[in-house]
């Protein structure tokens, strides 16, 4: 199987290709920055997706069997600019290969702030009918549309994963968990407005393992959660995380007596009963592991 990957050298890219390459798949990796896979046995693609004047006989000539799309330039800005340059080449690059080359199997990573940018509350089932207000969802949903339009008329797998709060190693030091780990650590002031926020979050090992189930197996074209299906509140984080580093929780309950404990502007988590049919006996990284790991 000859697998084009974009977003190789992303937090999750990262991690699903060190995976690909010890199960010894063909792999060919697109984006401006792969030097981190110099001396890796993988094809590489010096590719500039902003580019529309883009030469992609490389990868005409690769001709893959799957496209995994991982790619999403500016993050953690998502501004409309940015929102709409990534739709564009996002576009560009599929057309490029349901026309010219033999690919069969789309597999795409969409965004949990698809259900109307974190303001569905509670349990978020695929078949919602959503309407976000905010460039990265509005262009999000704009590409699963457009594209699951070309995979039917092509007759090609098109799987949009949903992602939700992924952490692990390797994730940026400003995202909650890391963040979180590094200020009590050291002790450092936490400023946090919503500490009762519940959100789904998933180990990145889970969301790698998960990814290549969709390369094994023909799974129907559709969108599908990547979460754990479980709610996590903010503060329970900062007790969890407390714990490991000091033993007990003082620090994190000195935090939380400062502010209103109960305010929350976020309560959602995916619903993975679609996901778990096709999942075998999986277990997913409950979130006191997957912190300990970090730890």
Not at 90 to 110: A, E, Q
């Amino acid at each position: 199987m000859k697998i084009l990957i974009s977003g190789g050298s992303g937090f999750i890219g990262k991690h699903l290709v060190n995976y690909l390459i010890k199960k010894k798949y063909n792999l060919m990796l697109l984006g401006r920055n792969l030097d981190s896979f110099a001396g890796i046995k993988v094809k590489t693609q010096i590719l500039d997706l902003n580019n529309s004047n883009n030469d992609y006989k490389e990868v005409e000539k690769y001709n893959p069997d799957v496209f995994i799309h991982l790619a999403w330039e500016g993050i953690p800005v998502y501004n409309d600019e940015l929102s709409k340059r990534n739709y564009h080449n996002t576009m560009r690059i599929i057309k490029v290969l349901v026309n010219s080359t033999d690919c069969s199997k789309i597999i795409s990573t969409g965004s949990c702030w698809e259900y109307n940018d974190g303001n569905i509350q509670g349990l978020c089932n695929e078949d919602l009918v959503t309407n976000p207000k905010k460039p990265f969802s509005i262009y999000k949903k704009k590409i699963f549309d457009e594209v699951l339009e070309i995979a039917n008329k092509k007759n090609i797998l098109f799987n949009w994963l949903r992602v939700f709060y992924v952490y692990g190693p390797g994730q940026r030091d400003e995202s909650i968990i890391p963040m979180l780990i590094e200020k009590i650590k050291n002790k450092k002031k936490i400023n946090i407005n919503f500490p009762a926020n519940i959100n789904d979050f998933i180990y990145v090992d889970d969301v790698v393992k998960i990814i290549n189930q969709f390369l094994i197996d023909n799974i129907e074209t559709g969108i599908y959660n990547l979460g754990s299906g479980n709610g996590v509140e903010v503060k329970e984080l900062l007790k969890i995380i407390d714990t490991k580093i000091n033993g007990r929780d003082i620090f994190t309950s000195e935090y939380l007596s400062k502010i209103d404990q109960n305010k929350r502007n976020q309560n959602f988590y995916a619903c993975t009963k679609k996901l778990n049919k096709y999942l075998k006996n999986f277990e997913f990284t409950d979130i006191d592991s997957g912190i300990n790991n970090l730890i």
